[in-house]
């Protein structure tokens, strides 16, 4: 029932960082785990990094995890993933996540944003 609405895609350079938010209405999140995956061309999704709504315990994937950074704000319904010393292979439409914190599947999506990180 949650609706994510991401923004803060673009073309960047390589080394540039780069800020995505993504910002969750229609219901209190509260009881909600967030997380961000991206898609890269010609591949798979890719789990980054996920954050409990309530104590913001995260957790991040092998992919970017020196990198990236995730955290919310809960007073503005806000996730956010900071992004550092961005490379090429990071080029990927980047998606923010949603479901119960008891649920085993992400379930909500936001509409993706593409980044595309020219050398």
């Known amino acids: 029932q949650v609706s994510l609405v991401q923004s803060g895609g673009g073309s960047v350079q390589a080394g540039e960082s780069l800020k995505l938010t993504c910002t969750a209405s229609?219901?209190?999140?509260?009881?909600?785990?967030m997380a961000w995956f991206r898609r890269p061309p010609g591949k798979d999704r890719e789990f980054l990094a996920s954050?409990?709504?309530?104590?913001?315990?995260?957790s991040y994937g092998d992919r970017m995890k020196d990198r990236i950074t995730i955290s919310r704000d809960k007073v503005e319904s806000a996730l956010y993933l900071q992004m550092d010393s961005l490379i090429p292979d990071d080029t990927a439409v980047y998606y923010c996540?949603?479901?119960?914190?008891?649920?085993?599947?992400?379930?909500?999506w936001g509409q993706g944003t593409l980044i595309v990180v020219s050398a």
């Open positions: 996540a949603t479901k119960l914190v008891e649920s085993p599947k992400w379930n909500a």
């Open positions: 954050i409990t709504w309530n104590a913001g315990s995260t």
């Open positions: 229609g219901r209190v999140v509260s009881t909600y785990s």
